[in-house]
């Protein structure tokens, strides 16, 4: 049996740090291997972590979005080379979003990265030295594989024609928080969003790269200027992706669309285009998703900014049976499309006129219910053959131990 350290965290982004633990235990435990579950907690570090590995023999340690867990230490030594133990950390969001992390000098001998994009792990080993390895492997979602599938009666009397589960960082606060910073930072960031909106298909650090390689020139952007910039002016990349689901929903209610959205910040939005046809549920866990699918006949995605990867968004309603509205990317087109079964609708931002013809489809769609129904449970098929933490853990499993 092997024996692995997994770190919860109730602290990260609606309590997903702790759900992703749960279900990789689970997987897990079909693979004879047992997961020893440690809050991160001063005090779990202090009582539990010393005791476990002075008594156990542990095989490796793995975190979803690391808070700096692999750089524990026990006097001056880091904690995972005394015990000569692989760490991996699963990173769901970009690793330039943890540029200072990444470069501490802390980092144990056998630090690897996950990742859900191939172009994130191609960056973390380009640009990290301190990481062993770097590993692509997208995060499945979560739900009831063994149900019945969906039949068409229940489906066409499910609750919510058309729904969001995301969050939204109005863009006034973030403007707002831009604003006092120092100019040249703020110019930097308008000019790192303005490549993001020409490049559409581009990764937010190739268009960082682009944009001084044009300010500076292709010779002079060392990794340090790289490193500088996208550090200091990281909000660049949030505001675009939360420019893209603004722009994408307020089109969608001035277009008399039917909303249900779940997730916080869309007050403001829905206010100033007027929000009779939307309603806000607010703030929702990742482990109550599922719930919302279940009562979902078509759900909305939009990447955050993904060019080789999907979200969990996607699977979790699949698994549930709702059929799903996602932006593609070729990744995405070439794991749904390798057949004629159509198993999601999926929409191209090269431009944001494309928005548009998003929205048209989904005006469509809401009077089809028989067409969103045969897309729901081709997905939900695929979903369930193809895409369960079973899987996944038989994966990960490869990457930790073989």
């Known amino acids: 049996m092997k024996n692995i350290i997994v770190f919860k965290s109730s602290e990260v982004c609606h309590n997903s740090l702790n759900w992703w633990a749960y279900l990789l235990s689970n997987s897990f435990k079909k693979l004879n291997v047992r997961c020893i579950e440690i809050e991160l907690s001063y005090e779990e570090f202090n009582e539990k972590i010393p005791t476990i590995l002075a008594n156990e023999k542990i095989d490796a340690a ?43 000098e802390i980092k144990p001998k056998k630090y690897n990265v996950i990742c859900v994009d191939r172009e994130h792990a191609e960056f973390a080993s380009k640009y990290f030295k301190k990481i062993r390895k770097s590993y692509f492997l997208p995060l499945w979602g979560s739900g009831d594989f063994d149900s019945p599938l969906i039949e068409y009666t229940e489906f066409i009397s499910r609750k919510y024609g058309f729904t969001i589960t995301m969050c939204c960082t109005p863009l006034e606060n973030m403007v707002e928080e831009i604003s006092y910073m120092p100019s040249d930072i703020q110019n930097y960031i308008f000019e790192w969003i303005e490549v993001m909106e020409n490049n559409i298909d581009l990764s937010p650090h190739t268009c960082l790269q682009l944009m001084l390689e044009n300010k500076f020139g292709k010779d002079n952007v060392s990794d340090e200027l790289f490193f500088s910039i996208a550090d200091k002016c990281n909000i660049a990349s949030k505001y675009f992706r939360n420019a893209l689901r603004e722009e994408i929903v307020t089109r969608l209610i001035k277009a008399g669309i039917k909303i249900d959205i779940f997730g916080t910040g869309w007050e403001k939005i829905c206010d100033a285009v007027g929000n009779v046809n939307t309603k806000l549920h607010g703030e929702i866990s990742i482990d109550k998703t599922t719930k919302i699918y279940k009562d979902t006949k078509l759900a909305l995605n939009v990447l955050p900014r993904f060019k080789y990867g999907m979200h969990d968004r996607i699977v979790t309603a699949q698994v549930s049976g709702a059929a799903v509205y996602s932006d593609s990317n070729q990744y995405i087109r070439d794991l749904y499309e390798s057949d004629n079964d159509k198993k999601i609708f999926l929409y191209n931002l090269k431009q944001l006129k494309d928005i548009d013809n998003l929205v048209n489809e989904v005006v469509k769609l809401t009077d089809n219910d028989e067409k969103i129904y045969e897309v729901a449970l081709n997905g939900q098929k695929f979903a369930r053959e193809n895409m369960t933490w079973d899987i996944l853990a038989s994966k990960l499993y490869e990457i930790m131990f073989d």
Not at 66 to 92: A, H, R, T
């Open 62 to 104: 793995i975190v979803f979005n690391s808070l700096g867990q692999e750089c524990f230490s026990i006097g001056n030594e880091n904690l995972w080379d005394k015990y000569n133990i692989p760490y991996f950390d699963y990173m769901v969001d970009h690793p330039m979003d943890r540029i200072e992390d990444l470069r501490k």
